[in-house]
């Protein structure tokens, strides 16, 4: 599986769009870029995933570079409770099932 | 609907001892996976059932550390001689199939403390 680099943390104000990157220079041709995110004492919630193509759904919208070396995580509006440790993973799909490898993820601060 | 759920929330233990941390998935699913979370870090796998069987169990970190799902539902993730290092967020999630693309869905996880 694909080793991802996020940044530690990022700062983003209540209301602007808030952009995530993940560098996944290494990833193979069958493996899914994954977005979930951690809000404090509480599990990790699904987000989004995509194989090559841009996806978008009622969270955020998720940006594939055409590589696909890197993605960007976009929250289009950000609010205060969007505040979370994000998390991008790029997983394989063999052995048919999903186990999640994550990383350290990105602190996102989202301030008035 | 009722999502995943785990206990107890919190569970402060002396090492030693034995503990049993409980997960019900959500009704239906088939996959259940066990993480562990430590400070800081962010969540590392340590078991996949496909039904009542496991797997997958390269995560598990050593022989003090086992995981049933006698019936296919409910799990138990169980650890014999704590130690101080097993303190961490132990986190349950469940999927429909298991496949490689199914959303995983997370519990809140058990909060273990071994003094």
């Known amino acids: 599986d694909a080793k991802t680099t996020q940044p530690t943390s990022m700062d983003c104000a209540e209301g602007r769009a808030a952009n995530l990157p993940c560098n996944h220079s290494?990833?193979?041709?069958?493996?899914?870029v994954y977005w979930y995110r951690q809000i404090h004492s509480q599990g990790p919630q699904y987000i989004i995933h995509?194989?090559?193509n841009n996806e978008t759904n009622e969270m955020a919208s998720l940006i594939i570079t055409e590589d696909r070396k890197s993605s960007t995580l976009i929250l289009p509006h950000a609010t205060l409770r969007d505040t979370a440790v994000y998390y991008c993973?790029?997983?394989?799909?063999?052995?048919?099932?999903?186990?999640?490898?994550f990383g350290a993820g990105t602190r996102l601060a989202v301030h008035p | 609907g009722a999502g995943v759920s785990q206990t107890p929330s919190n569970k402060v233990t002396e090492k030693g001892k034995y503990v049993e941390l409980r997960c019900d998935p959500i009704s239906g699913h088939t996959a259940l996976y066990w993480y562990r979370q430590s400070l800081g870090q962010g969540p590392e796998f340590l078991i996949y059932?496909?039904?009542?069987?496991?797997?997958?169990d390269s995560g598990l970190p050593n022989d003090r550390f086992f995981a049933v799902r006698p019936e296919g539902s409910v799990s138990t993730l169980k650890i014999q001689r704590t130690e101080r290092g097993d303190s961490a967020v132990y986190l349950c999630a469940s999927s429909v199939q298991g496949t490689s693309t199914d959303t995983q869905y997370f519990g809140p996880g058990t909060r273990l403390t071994v003094l």
């Open positions: 290494t990833i193979s041709g069958n493996e899914y």
């Open positions: 995509g194989l090559k």
């Open positions: 059932f496909q039904g009542t069987g496991a797997a997958d």
């Open positions: 993973i790029a997983q394989g799909t063999s052995g048919g099932y999903n186990k999640l490898i």
